[in-house]
């Protein structure tokens, strides 16, 4: 279902304050049993997952079934409705920037602030996507191309149904061009929050400040810190989970205001004295390294 396209490179922005790193256990609800043979094991138990799933079908329909549950766990976080064009004639209010206005409940609208408009709520699945997208990543070779793709096709699905549902896309041209802009920027979110793995809190809060905030300058850096330490205690938990229990479409997010005692604690950096920088001594006088 979706149309293919190279991401657009990311703008470099400055870096913002850095997140505490999460010394707490993970949650009581994930089970984590240590294996003698770890390789061996985890493929047994996740094709052994996948075999009572499925029956007589073959992986692809257990991917595509499982897959759409976990979307949904995705989709529910940022979920709204628009009542007025569910009426007949009704029309959908606006807000400033001329993006549909909805009515949402939850975390991310009502204590973080959001706007209740399509492209936050494709923001916010994204980001949860993205959670189960690098947990995908640690099946086996020959399964995890199935889980990735259904995925993202359960996303178009639902992105298009919006489209015609809320938002008066009635002509399926008009709606194949948005799902193409959509792909460009999943494409944009996986690139962003694989190098705020890589490189850090600082570049994980830019990454979050641009897509899921739009780059407004006057966000809280407290909110954008409670969605870092989400995202990394979430990472923890998911891999930490059997892949069987993945595969069993066990999943359930809770929401980043659960971190608000990490991201009050002060970071262990900042009782360190500075330290001066050693000097090396050079033919022409001192210089400092």
């Known amino acids: 279902m979706w ?18 790193p999460s010394s707490d256990p993970p949650s009581k609800n994930v089970r984590f049993e240590p294996e003698k043979n770890p390789d061996a094991s985890k493929l047994a138990g ?47 209010p606006k807000t400033e920037a001329g993006e549909d206005l909805g009515v949402g409940t939850g975390w991310w609208y009502e204590d973080l602030g959001l706007t209740p408009t399509f492209n936050t709520w ?30 993202l096709d359960h996303f178009s699905y639902a992105a298009e149904d919006r489209m015609a549902t ?29 190098e705020g793995l890589i490189r850090g809190d600082a570049v994980m809060a830019a990454a979050v400040w641009r897509n899921v905030f739009k780059g407004d300058e006057n966000v809280d850096a407290e909110k954008l810190a409670l969605i870092v330490a989400f995202i990394r205690k979430s990472l923890r938990s998911l891999d930490r989970m059997p892949d069987e229990e993945i595969a069993g ?39 400092t390294a």
């Not at 329909?61 to 004639?89: D, H, M, W």
């Open 3 to 20: 149309l293919h396209a190279k991401a657009e490179p990311n703008k470099t922005y400055s870096p913002a304050p850095v997140i505490p």
């Open 46 to 92: 996740f094709a052994n997952q996948v075999r009572q799933r499925a029956g007589a079908a073959t992986e692809t329909y257990v991917a595509y079934g499982v897959t759409e549950n976990l979307f949904k766990e995705c989709s529910r976080q940022a979920e709204y409705t628009i009542p007025q064009v569910l009426e007949k004639g009704g029309v959908a």
């Open 122 to 151: 494709a923001q916010i699945s994204f980001l949860h996507m993205y959670l189960l997208t690098v947990r995908f990543r640690y099946f086996p070779p020959d399964h995890a191309p199935a889980w990735h793709q259904h995925l």
């Open 166 to 194: 809320y938002h008066g896309m009635v002509a399926r041209g008009t709606r194949n061009k948005y799902l193409k802009d959509l792909f460009i920027q999943w494409r944009g979110v996986l690139a962003a929050y694989d």
């Open 249 to 287: 479409g066990r999943v359930k997010f809770g929401n980043p205001g659960s971190e608000k005692a990490l991201v009050a604690e002060d970071s262990r950096l900042l009782n360190e004295p500075f330290k001066e920088e050693p000097k090396v001594e050079e033919a022409g006088g001192v210089q």
